[in-house]
């Protein structure tokens, strides 16, 4: 029995881990961690767990907290900076570590903080820190105390560029992702942003060119490709709850057909269970990976123009974030990576 | 390992089968049948279930039907009268058959052709079937080969009067069910109700006092209380793919508190899993129900009027339809009830 | 030129007034108040406006406030028991007053205090008050200075239900309405049930028998029909932006035909620009009257359990609160009622 | 009186046409035009109109058309290649013709059948036609008899690229616009995609690299820029019943700095009443022109990356279909071009 507590488990990640990990047997929840919601029942934040999930949040002190006594792992799901010193306290327990914030991303200290605007106080645990996407680095992923789950934006366009670029596939040209995001994506914070009548019935991009993600991904794809690789990225924020669609584009400089091009990607993804690489012609939509790990990929190649088009979906808070947590988890632990992560999509 | 087929496996509640079933691994999908995409891939008209369920839809002749003899449980999700002869043909082969349709719900013919302007082809067999609410007839249920599967209002109706009326609970006045559906409920055919930019942002009653649900309900009503019991049920379409909330008023003669109301709801409800009675002050809203096998109900006593408020949710394409199946047919197998229907309710 | 000012104009009520009066060249908006936006331009928070109403918005002291002197028309936007004394003060100066709060709609400070929890600070003025539903007391409204605007939920039932009850129509039963209201009726406040992701896709109850329209809606049926008029009123947020539909049922206990009853709703409201009865057979829907300052009524009768069904639709933001201001304006100035409100209703 | 006939008033565009001229008193609706739906009155498709326009459609015969004799005005809403005899006609009757299909817009009668694969049977008039964006060409609007009105998305992306195209701004690079539209872009037609249920909580690309819509786009962009400019288009559907959003994506090759753009859309677009430049740092959000005339237009330079993002917004169904449509008419009669189109934006 693998025994896990959440920190940050009010908010809809941790609420999605809840959810995922709640049903399978070889995993207890141990503690669901909030400040703010202390001593309320789960069920009572989120009511459509009830009877599922009934225990309290529980606060708690993150140095010398004696709850990490009581687990083998720990997941992270609070917002940038809130959970270093945490991280650094389950490390030393031995515990393994699985962080949904942005904090152990970004190898260089000093990049984190010019973009997050806040000292890192734990930046010695970066080098150990490793990038979980299990399509990518699996093994890195299996040997690792620290787990740094990607960002939803990113886990959509580094699944999405990753056979090209690691192909050694450059391009002079600007790569480009206008990816569009469910409101989910802003969390359950109380925002004017987030209301529903502000956000329903409307599209707007925000964060054009500035958006945190934007030195994650390169820093990703840079790694892939083995020289720097430059991404535009321009968020949109959609009305519908959950999905990401990151439509990117990239100059065709080796005039790939797209038979070839889709014969790349088949060999890259047969094997792997959680990326779908769709038929010529077909687009993916969210609503076909909704409520579930995958990742669905179409391509075209536009021959007027010689652009490569990669169309790129996921449920921003499952692949994007809770159950690619999980996956990793499944990695780190030497488990089945598919364990509690089988089911399928839901429509409509 | 239990070999089923479903006949109209193209609409939602066909395909809602197919998810729910897929992933079960004592369950086999023998086949999956469709005359309008005959020898199309399933997951072509539902990408969601791509590698997941690939399989062709199979067109078919439903008398001598030699698809039938592959089977132990055939489903039919095919609009009313579509079937009946697919069943009385299943049925003679020894098969369990689960109608989705209104075929066998009604014990009357002429009540069914009245309602559905229609000759019932088989009449005979309306003696046999067995009306599936488990948590109202779970005996019966496992006894029958033929299920007559609920419509999705008069699940979440039936359920929320249950305790009430079989305590004997009599009124004089007109039980009123304002009930309000998701726009699944009215199935994936091509009328412009059904299109996003005539259905959305919008809610209206329709079939007032009319409605083909009526006589089903008040049919199973009256089982219960053991007396004639009438409804005035009046549905509305919502803007939201799935969910039905039925509001249900009903005079408060014997002049209950909420506190008795309550524990009567509990006590009908405490052992049943797929039923949860919510807590004093508490309504029900269909999100917490979305993607579950579950019915929610919430309880007010309004003393000024002396009036009763059950509010019930369910979602209408699992409780209200193809979890509910198979939750017949697990009983029908004598397997456990809730086996392939624990997933929780996905939020938001 | 009509000179008017705006109180709580930062609400979605208060901006829908700014919508309406900015295009009228008969009316020029003097200020838009709000303390908590108070130098910031109207369009910088309402972008739809940019460039149609760039003020800025003031904030103000309501004792002795000279921007009152400025203007002839003072309407009153914010929450209830906030604008009191600005009214005290506002008709001292010999303005007109419309106040869109629940603060002058009641008769009897009592009953206020009881349901909204405050003491009335201008109590003595709530006999000179009059309820501001044009269709039924148009010339009381003509003659008025300080106008209180009905609720959003009030003005759909009782246009709903005033032809039957003037007609003296009673009952020994309950009426009941079900009435549903898209999200913007609670308001541009940062509270959790208002957040697209936890109110879009569903459909929940609240406030069952407790919603404080309640003795409102009483008040004023009691006052149509002339005698104790009692309701049980059962609000619900439905995932859209716009609307209110009322589903009222009252006993049918002078066994009026749908013939008849069409007959008297017809006679009532065929001069009145504003309410629209639909044909036999017809259901309302919220869509269309988005936009407009329409009521739409539908009528059915259930004869089997001999129960009438009035259907009542409107705007909130319009008929249910700006709307219906300006047009009990325009009555109180002597304007065509009708002025700056012909806008036909928006589809899709 | 200007007198006005509507070809396929029941479709979406044609319906706006209605809702926006049948309030103007200098304009008379002669008739409306479905074959479909002939004898019906409009107000029972669109019942937001009842008591505002409930003429019925009329069925007709594009030869020899007596209905044409009755007006000055024709619009042609009907899909391509279906009113092109009627334009005909209607010229040589001395009518002024508006065209909203694409029938007119292309100068080639060779691509025209090539992208909409079907013969041109009057191409003859394809010279005399002028493409309508009053921004652009508004001298050659006032003096033409056939105008050609622009597509949705191609408007919302050649006002975004006017002014730096008008400059001769060039690049090597391909410029890419990210196109977003809501559903009513596809029409009332009964499609599986339109459908609530497959629409709703998705966001999916479609038509990419083939769109009908590119040779429109780059013949006026050509135009424009005076030698051969190429766009890589590739729209979406996206939740919301009105709005299209392009991000568009242009290297800037001139090193503009974020003022030095704004200053010049500025200076192109400060006289003009329907478009709004919007400040820096601001992105536009197709809510705010929604109901409206309005294209809004956001501006952005990446540093980093060295591109020029140019996000553009309207309402498709009033600045990208019927709204511009009476702009052109009102230029092509003398009028005031913002006669009728000054309704500001719906907000929420």
Redesign the interface.
Known sequence: MVKVGILGASG?AG?ELV?LL??REDVEIIFVHSNNYAEIPFSKR???????FDSEFSAMNFENNEYFDQVDVLFCALPHAKSQIAVKSALEKGLKVIDLSADFRLKDAEVYEEWYQTKHQVSEALAQAVYGIPEINREAIKDTNLLANPGCYPTSIILGLYPLLKEGYTTN??I?S?S?S???GAG?G???G?????????????A??SHRHTPEIEEQLSSISGEKT???F?P?L??????I?S?I?I?NERNLSEDQLLALYNQYYEEEKFV?V?EKG???????????NYC?I?L?V??????I?I?SVIDNLIKGASGQAIQNMNLMLGLDETTGL???????
């Open positions: 809809y609420a959810r709640v049903q989120y009511p459509h767990l009830k009877e599922v040209e600007t480009i206008d569009k469910g409101i989910s359950r109380l925002k004017d987030n209301l529903f009548t502000q956000a329903t019935e409307t599209i707007q991009p925000y054009v060119g430059s991404l535009m321009v949109h959609a009305p519908m709850q959950r999905g669609l439509t584009y100059k779908r769709l077909e687009t993916p939509t969210t609503k076909a990976v909704s409520g579930s669905d179409g075209a536009d021959t007027q123009s010689n652009m088009v169309m089988t089911q399928a999509p839901i429509w409509p």
